[in-house]
């Protein structure tokens, strides 16, 4: 059973940071390419940035360019999102996603077939 589970979400002051992990199982990620989306209260779900397994290539939306970083570790079969100088904007829970290489990179949400249960970002003003 494929199994995407987030965590270090937490609650932390505007301008800190975060880094969230996702640890995927149960299959074979090799050809998958990973993402994170984010969903706030009363707001749709939104590509936030995606990493290729292979090449590494990585994608993110214009509104976290420059302060978020996605990163994998393959032996491990773990994408991280570290989050730096975080504004309340960013408060929204976030969900680690795998999508087939062929469309990595993607940020339409039909394009992936597993999603983690999210993990709870908060940023106070």
């Known amino acids: 059973q494929v199994q995407l589970v987030e965590s270090g979400g937490g609650l932390v002051q505007a301008g800190g940071s975060l880094r969230l992990s996702c640890a995927a199982s149960g299959r074979t990620f090799s050809n998958y390419a990973m993402a994170w989306f984010r969903q706030a209260p009363g707001k749709e779900r939104e590509f936030v940035t995606a990493i290729r397994w292979s090449g590494g290539r990585t994608y993110y939306a214009d509104s976290v360019e420059g302060r978020f970083t996605i990163s994998g570790d393959n032996a491990k079969n773990t994408v991280y999102l570290q989050m730096n100088s975080l504004k309340p904007e960013d408060a929204a829970i976030y969900y680690c996603?795998?999508?087939?290489?062929?469309?990595?990179?993607?940020?339409?949400?039909?394009?992936?077939?597993?999603w983690g249960r999210g993990t709870q970002d908060t940023v106070s003003s």
């Open positions: 996603a795998a999508s087939p290489a062929l469309y990595g990179g993607s940020s339409s949400i039909p394009h992936y077939v597993y």
